[in-house]
């Protein structure tokens, strides 16, 4: 595998049933760049994304992430080798706080786990200072306002302001991958766009983080990307810039049909 390849996938098929939500699929994710994934609803889009974390096995084919094979692996510990990802519907625990919401996303890096921190307050308390000064650095990227007052319970934001805690609360494992599942979901134009720009700022701040977005708003993917992977019926159909991808007539037949 090149070391420029952070996430290398190959063959990888998923059935249930007779039903083949991925065949056969082979993708690289390179280290550092944004990689746009694209196609109709029913595609396998969030199948692929859900198969890589672990949330399903794989009927076949392989997963290697950063140089170690993850094929199999269960979801926390996929998480645990540092990949995090954002859900098209959002997996917010509304009646918390803003900082808990953040906070469960450090929980891997506890350390010491329940018993431990029961037998050392003190380690406990300094840590959860730690977690709500990095809470309110990353809030601070997206949207200073949040990181003022983290205490807010979720249920009372906007649906950007929930986004943006839910983007915070994957990177704040500190993810070599993060995979955006249609963040723009239930948002206005004006919104999406406004998301866009956090999470291109977010990507010059960690110029190695490596991102997978699935989105249907084309304009994101336009501005967002450096490669992009277009799949139908569970296969890959073809990849390249976004320019390339939107000419290709075999994408253009995925979405609008023949003539």
Same mark, same amino acid.
């Given at each position: 595998?090149s070391?420029d390849v %952070?996430l290398?996938? /190959? +063959? !990888?098929?998923?059935?249930?049933g007779?039903l083949a939500?991925?065949?056969?699929?082979? &993708?690289?994710?390179e280290r550092?760049?944004v990689l746009?994934l694209?196609g109709p609803?029913?595609s396998?889009?969030?199948t692929f994304f859900?198969v890589?974390t672990g949330?399903?096995e794989p009927t076949?084919g392989?997963?290697?992430?950063?140089d170690?094979?993850?094929?199999?692996l269960?979801?926390?510990?996929?998480?645990h080798?540092?990949?995090s990802?954002?859900f098209?519907r959002s997996?917010?625990?509304l009646?918390?706080s803003i900082?808990?919401?953040?906070a469960?996303?450090?929980h891997?890096?506890?350390?010491?786990?329940l018993?431990g921190? %029961?037998?050392s307050? /003190? +380690? !406990?308390l300094?840590?959860?200072?730690?977690?709500?000064?990095e809470?309110?650095e990353? &809030?601070a990227v997206?949207?200073?306002e949040l990181?003022?007052?983290?205490?807010?319970?979720?249920?009372?934001?906007?649906?950007?302001?929930?986004r943006?805690?839910?983007?915070?609360?994957?990177?704040?494992?500190r993810?070599?991958?993060?995979?955006l599942?249609?963040?723009?979901?239930g948002?206005?134009h004006?919104e999406?766009?406004?998301?866009?720009d956090d999470?291109?700022?977010?990507?010059k701040r960690s110029?190695d983080l490596a991102?997978v977005?699935i989105e249907?708003?084309?304009?994101?993917m336009?501005?967002?990307t450096d490669?992009?992977a277009v799949m139908?019926?569970?296969t890959?159909?073809c990849?390249?810039?976004?320019?390339a991808?939107?000419?290709d007539?075999?994408v253009?037949?995925?979405?609008?049909?023949?003539e």
């Open positions: 595998m070391k %952070l290398a996938v /190959t +063959r !990888l098929t998923k059935r249930f007779g939500a991925l065949s056969e699929l082979t &993708l690289d994710v550092g760049k746009g694209i609803n029913g396998g889009k969030t859900n890589i949330l399903y076949s392989h997963v290697v992430f950063d170690s094979p993850i094929t199999g269960s979801a926390q510990e996929v998480h080798r540092g990949v990802r954002t098209q997996r917010l625990l009646p918390l900082f808990d919401n953040i469960l996303g450090m891997l890096r506890q350390g010491k786990g018993w921190n %029961l037998f307050r /003190t +380690r !406990l300094a840590q959860v200072r730690e977690f709500a000064h809470a309110g990353l &809030l997206f949207d200073p990181a003022r007052d983290m205490s807010r319970p979720v249920e009372g934001l906007p649906m950007i302001s929930r943006r805690v839910e983007i915070c609360r994957a990177l704040a494992s993810p070599k991958l993060l995979l599942d249609e963040p723009s979901a948002m206005t004006d999406t766009m406004r998301l866009v999470i291109l700022l977010v990507k110029d991102i977005i249907h708003e084309m304009s994101v336009e501005r967002i490669h992009c139908n019926f569970g890959m159909i990849e390249g810039t976004y320019h991808v939107a000419k007539p075999r253009q037949e995925a979405y609008l049909g023949g």
